[in-house]
């Protein structure tokens, strides 16, 4: 087991959390933390601050005074793309999620020559 299967529920948080924000067409660039708790009402109120600190932290959105959040492309982007757990979580979430999919080859050349490198 990897550590971030420890950490699943906040890998799914933070999955969850940006569907919330960047899944829907907004007509302003904001958000307030009460709308996301409505939406995901079963994530506690210290998982989701954590959250929004872990996409505060990577630049995918800013955290305002009084509740509200500031929404940006770079937010919306990653998600559209699939990749907000791995700007979150960074490289060593990506080596332990894609480790398994990687494979290193090695051949030999006509000449007896051995060479190799990793194959995905």
Do not use: W
Not at 47 to 59: E, N, R, V, Y
Not at 61 to 76: D, H, Q, T, V, Y
């Amino acid at each position: 087991m990897n550590r971030f299967q420890d950490a699943a529920g906040v890998v799914v948080a933070v999955d969850r959390v940006s569907t919330v924000i960047y899944g829907t067409v907004r007509t302003v660039p904001e958000i307030t933390i009460e709308s996301i708790t409505a939406e995901v009402p079963d994530i506690a109120a210290d998982l989701l601050d954590d959250t929004i600190d872990a996409l505060d932290g990577a630049g995918l959105l800013r955290r305002r005074a009084e509740g509200r959040l500031s929404l940006n492309a770079i937010g919306k982007r990653a998600h559209e793309e699939g990749c907000v757990p791995e700007l979150v979580f960074g490289e060593a979430f990506i080596l332990e999620k894609y480790s398994p999919a990687v494979v290193h080859l090695i051949v030999r050349t006509v000449e007896g020559d051995e060479r190799g490198g990793p194959a995905s």
